[in-house]
């Protein structure tokens, strides 16, 4: 007898929700002080814990939900559906924010919440092919209607490109060796499945690398998954518009989960917060005045208790911004 799947409020722990939602909060309060009602993106709605959380909480909140995962949507909807009349779903990757913004007639948010890299339901669902733990088609996309499938790198690619991104995507210092034993197996048989990978991996990862780096094929898939996806070229669009669409007061919170995704948001959120007049310039015209202000302490991480309630919270690193002056006319 087939179990039924659980609600996918069972399924799904949001990583970091209450953090999340009282950093957003006074950006939706400084939205009804100039007389507009609160909008929030959920640029990465996932499996939707994070918008059920503040639709519940906030009554006069609008949520934009953005997902390129057509299946979480599907069950965000669900979950979402008593709010139905405060919420636009959206099938979309999250760089194209302005163009859902435009097609919603919205020209300004009061909040975006970024919850960066595969999620819960991704890693969950074993054909989906995002986790080396268990054997599965080696697919890793996020949007399964479109693009090319791990499978097409692995097999495809030249050697060169393969060391490229399992070193850059995936800071693997063994990455040589890896492109080197994916391109001679393939020789024989293509790879069809995430076992044949991993097993590839193990036989050239040395078993004690194990110790420090945990599985030896973490870094691999990690890479492989970025580059699938283009997950961050996609960032680096996406920080930018997420900041231009902010209004007065209103706030972006990101939670990345390796150092390359941080990176970006870092240099994004850090860059907009300094003055960008000239060194040396007698008056600081309005125009170079910083844009956001940051409203966490650097880096946040999540605490022991957040981390019990949700075990994938522990590798997060959360930042948080302010729009703090006005956004030019377009």
């Given at each position: 007898?087939?179990?039924?799947?659980?609600?996918?409020?069972?399924?799904?722990?949001?990583?970091?929700?209450?953090?999340?939602?009282?950093?957003?909060?006074?950006?939706?309060?400084?939205?009804?002080?100039?007389?507009?009602?609160?909008?929030?993106?959920?640029?990465?709605?996932?499996?939707?814990?994070?918008?059920?959380?503040?639709?519940?909480?906030?009554?006069?909140?609008?949520?934009?939900?953005?997902?390129?995962?057509?299946?979480?949507?599907?069950?965000?909807?669900?979950?979402?559906?008593?709010?139905?009349?405060?919420?636009?779903?959206?099938?979309?990757?999250?760089?194209?924010?302005?163009?859902?913004?435009?097609?919603?007639?919205?020209?300004?948010?009061?909040?975006?919440?970024?919850?960066?890299?595969?999620?819960?339901?991704?890693?969950?669902?074993?054909?989906?092919?995002?986790?080396?733990?268990?054997?599965?088609?080696?697919?890793?996309?996020?949007?399964?209607?479109?693009?090319?499938?791990?499978?097409?790198?692995?097999?495809?690619y030249s050697e060169e490109?393969?060391?490229?991104?399992?070193?850059?995507?995936?800071?693997?210092?063994?990455?040589?060796?890896?492109?080197?034993?994916?391109?001679?197996?393939?020789?024989?048989?293509?790879?069809?499945?995430?076992?044949?990978?991993?097993?590839?991996?193990?036989?050239?990862?040395?078993?004690?690398?194990?110790k420090s780096g945990g599985?030896?094929?973490?870094?691999?898939?990690?890479?492989?998954?970025?580059?699938?996806?283009?997950?961050?070229?996609?960032?680096?669009?996406?920080?930018?518009?997420?900041?231009?669409?902010?209004?007065?007061?209103?706030?972006?919170?990101?939670?990345?989960?390796?150092?390359?995704?941080?990176?970006?948001?870092?240099?994004?959120?850090?860059?907009?917060?300094?003055s960008s007049a000239p060194?040396?310039?007698?008056?600081?015209?309005?125009?170079?005045?910083?844009?956001?202000?940051?409203?966490?302490?650097?880096?946040?991480?999540?605490?022991?208790?957040?981390?019990?309630?949700?075990?994938?919270?522990?590798?997060?690193?959360?930042?948080?911004?302010?729009?703090?002056?006005?956004?030019?006319?377009?």
């Amino acid at each position: 007898m087939n179990e039924q799947p659980k609600p996918t409020s069972e399924r799904h722990v949001p990583v970091l929700r209450d953090r999340c939602i009282n950093l957003l909060a006074p950006g939706f309060e400084a939205a009804r002080q100039q007389g507009r009602a609160p909008i929030v993106i959920d640029a990465t709605l996932g499996m939707g814990g994070h918008s059920e959380a503040m639709l519940q909480r906030f009554p006069d909140l609008h949520l934009i939900g953005i997902d390129r995962d057509e299946e979480a949507l599907a069950l965000a909807g669900e979950r979402l559906a008593p709010f139905s009349a405060r919420t636009d779903l959206v099938h979309a990757v999250y760089d194209e924010i302005p163009e859902v913004l435009a097609d919603l007639g919205v020209t300004e948010i009061s909040g975006i919440l970024m919850d960066l890299g595969v999620s819960s339901l991704q890693l969950d669902e074993r054909e989906r092919g995002f986790a080396y733990s268990f054997d599965a088609p080696l697919d890793m996309r996020m949007d399964t209607s479109r693009g090319q499938t791990a499978a097409d790198v692995v097999n495809t690619y030249s050697e060169e490109e393969l060391v490229r991104i399992i070193r850059k995507w995936g800071e693997e210092k063994f990455a040589g060796r890896i492109a080197n034993r994916i391109v001679a197996a393939r020789g024989g048989k293509p790879f069809t499945t995430t076992g044949e990978l991993v097993e590839q991996i193990r036989s050239v990862v040395p078993a004690g690398a194990a110790k420090s780096g945990g599985h030896p094929a973490k870094r691999t898939f990690q890479a492989l998954r970025i580059e699938v996806n283009e997950e961050l070229d996609v960032l680096e669009r996406a920080v930018p518009a997420a900041v231009d669409a902010l209004g007065m007061g209103g706030r972006i919170v990101v939670m990345s989960y390796h150092s390359l995704e941080d990176k970006i948001v870092k240099a994004v959120l850090q860059g907009r917060s300094k003055s960008s007049a000239p060194l040396g310039f007698p008056v600081e015209l309005e125009e170079h005045k910083p844009e956001l202000k940051i409203v966490t302490k650097g880096t946040e991480v999540p605490t022991a208790v957040e981390i019990a309630e949700n075990p994938r919270a522990a590798s997060a690193r959360l930042r948080a911004a302010e729009r703090i002056r006005a956004r030019r006319a377009a």
